[in-house]
């Protein structure tokens, strides 16, 4: 990250949230149900699939969680009533993982069973290390009772390896990104390269072991990488998918989709807007430009 960047990126919580909110509004669909709808009706209609995201994480009091199960199940309906395609991504510490692991399991549990009504599929996020095992243990257990739930493997985990593999033994649904969270050499890799080669590495033991797997990345190098992974098997196009941001990579992800790959789109929307836009933010190579003129043009 050039000085520029690192100096936005420290002294981004200094910026009023309306200028992070201008600057951040192409990362997510809007506030309500409604804006994510039109969001998944136009990406469906440019051939992307979709996943909605009701944006919020860490609660920190089990009340918090009730919005969460009550929006994912709107969600479901509208995405039935409307006929979209579209799953929903889901984060464990919405739901209070945090707070009681038991009482998130109930209030997933509830997200699950509005999924199965309506014959969709729910996707755990894959959130902070401290969460990693817990979360790769509830899935494998909802994985028993509905087989349309999957996982996320973050590449920068030097433990990814053997979760996939435990993964792959269940023959799991993956979405496999780099990751995002902070977190320590111990457990990270920190280089570029090493995270793209195991990124690679991840694909390829999930597709040897039969899985369905997402290539979440807008990284070129890494797209290359999953487009030879998948035309070395002879993949059919339903065998797999590429994924991506919302707000993110426009260019390659309409050239993925006129070459004939399945692409799906992460929507994010609700009123906890704030944490994820500063995160995209914090990710993108021009975020000092984007925030310098977000300022001068006073958020709007
Ligand atoms: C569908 C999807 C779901 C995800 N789910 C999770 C999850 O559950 N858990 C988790 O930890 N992480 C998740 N991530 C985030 C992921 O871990 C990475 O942090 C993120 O995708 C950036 O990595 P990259 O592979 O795109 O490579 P990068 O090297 O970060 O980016 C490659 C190129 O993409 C462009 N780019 C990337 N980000 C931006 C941006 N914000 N603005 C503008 N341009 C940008 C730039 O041109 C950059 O050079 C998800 C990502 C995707 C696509």
Redesign the pocket.
């Known amino acids: 990250m050039n000085p520029m960047n690192r100096l936005i990126v420290a002294t981004l919580p200094l910026v009023p949230k309306p200028v992070v909110r201008g600057i951040a509004s192409r ?1 997510v669909a809007g506030e309500t149900l409604d804006d994510a709808m039109s969001t998944v009706t136009k990406l469906n209609a440019e051939g992307c699939m979709a ?1 909605l995201d009701v944006l919020g994480e860490d609660v920190t009091r089990r009340e918090e969680t009730e919005e969460t199960v009550v929006a994912y199940a709107r969600a479901l309906d509208q995405i039935a009533v409307r006929r979209l395609d579209s799953n929903i ?1 889901v984060k464990l510490t919405a739901l209070g993982l945090k707070l009681d692991p038991a009482f998130c399991r109930a209030q997933f549990s509830r997200i699950v069973d509005a999924a199965k009504g309506r014959d969709n599929f729910v996707r755990i ?3 902070d290390s401290s969460v990693t095992e817990e979360t790769i243990r509830i899935f494998l257990e909802f994985r028993e009772r509905y087989e349309k739930v999957g996982l ?1 493997l ?1 590449a920068y985990l030097r433990r990814t390896a053997e979760d996939a593999r435990r993964a792959a033994a269940v023959k799991a649904n993956v ?1 496999v ?5 902070v977190e320590p050499p111990q457990i990270a890799f920190q280089d570029r390269n090493e995270i793209r080669d195991s990124f690679a590495a991840t694909v390829e033991t999930l597709l040897d072991a039969g899985c369905y797997v ?1 290539i ?4 070129p190098l ?1 797209v290359e990488r999953g487009k030879a992974a998948v035309a070395r098997r002879r993949l059919r196009r339903e065998a797999y998918e590429f ?3 919302l ?3 426009g260019t390659l992800r309409r050239r993925l989709v006129a070459d004939g790959h399945r692409l ?1 789109v ?1 929507v994010p929307y609700g009123d906890a807007w704030y944490a994820y836009s500063v995160r ?2 914090k ?3 021009s975020i000092a430009g984007h925030v310098i003129r977000g300022i001068l043009r006073g958020g709007r």
């Open positions: 990362y996943t991504s996020d894959m959130e996320v973050q979405r990104c780099k990751g995002i969270y997402g979440a990345t807008h990284d890494l994924q991506m941001l707000g993110v990579a799906r992460y995209r933010l990710e993108n190579p």
